[in-house]
């Protein structure tokens, strides 16, 4: 998928930009980034997490908050049936230019910065946190802003977290290597239903098929074929919600073997693919 810009306006008469999804691909964008922070909370549900270098999956919901230009998917990316989100999106200076420099302000100062890796909450911080989230949408603007101070102190003092992206992410977001990774994300969307020849795609990118596979798996922390595998299983899984058989499935999503697309189908998602469709159409 290519790396898409996408820009934030906050709300009219709120400093901060709350959304509210009840559907899956409800945003237009996929693996995407800003300049904005972000906090993003599905309250149940299983999915995909991948932000910047770190690719795995959420059970019972998630709550993630993530920096500035930090690359990551669509959270409901793949998923059919029910869904909802709870998005909060923010600048730096949402509440001025020094906001974070007052002393009181030390502990959430700290969690920003923790947050240009990605963070992940779990147990009692994501309930709770989840809870508040969740209230946003029916709250008075400066309830939400009040509400929303109390979380972020909440999260900053929390120790119920992993960071997502313990290494770093070096990707650069306006230089070369950006266009080269748009440039390979852009030939597998076209042509995830055709084989895929390596060679093809390394010349694509300029390098040798050696060079070519080490410098795709320090970029998104994965092997090519892992990626081509990833992205065919979500197109199989929104093929599985329409009234194709399984085998059409497993053609027309890129896999020329349906022994090895059931085993590779049931490796990512647990599930083989009639047993995915039965839990949509119970």
């Not at 980034?33 to 599905?42: A, K």
């Not at 999956?57 to 709870?86: C, K, Q, R, W």
Request: glycine share 8%.
């Amino acid at each position: 998928m290519k790396l898409q810009f996408e820009k934030i306006e906050p709300e009219f008469g709120s400093s901060f930009r709350l959304i509210h999804h009840t559907e899956p691909d409800s945003c237009w964008v996929y693996w995407h980034y800003h300049p904005e922070y972000e906090i993003v909370f599905v309250p149940y549900g299983n999915g995909k997490r991948h932000v910047g270098h770190h690719i795995s999956t959420y059970e019972n919901g998630d709550l993630v908050f993530m920096g500035p230009n930090l690359p990551h998917l669509n959270f409901s990316h793949g998923i059919t049936g029910a869904f909802e989100e709870i998005v909060v999106q923010l600048k730096e200076d949402f509440l001025g230019k020094d906001f974070l420099l007052k002393p009181e302000m030390a502990a959430i100062r700290r969690l920003f910065d923790r947050s240009h890796q990605g963070i992940s909450f779990f147990g009692e911080t994501k309930r709770r946190a989840g809870e508040k989230l969740a209230a946003l949408p029916g709250l008075s603007p400066f309830e939400r802003l009040m509400t929303l101070l109390d979380l972020f102190q909440q999260l900053a003092v929390s120790n119920e977290y992993v960071i997502l992206n313990a290494q770093g992410f070096s990707l650069d977001l306006n230089g070369r290597e950006q266009d080269r990774i748009n440039r390979i994300y852009g030939f597998v969307e076209t042509h995830f239903s055709q084989p895929i020849a390596m060679q093809e795609v390394a010349s694509l990118a300029g390098m040798t098929v050696p060079a070519f596979c080490r410098y795709f798996r320090k970029m998104t922390q994965m092997t090519f074929t892992d990626f081509v595998n990833e992205f065919r299983i979500t197109q199989a899984r929104k093929l599985l919600a329409g009234d194709r058989s399984v085998t059409e499935v497993c053609f027309e999503s890129g896999f020329n073997n349906l022994s090895h697309f059931n085993k590779v189908f049931k490796h990512r998602t647990g599930q083989t693919p009639g047993d995915y469709r039965k839990a949509l159409f119970p």
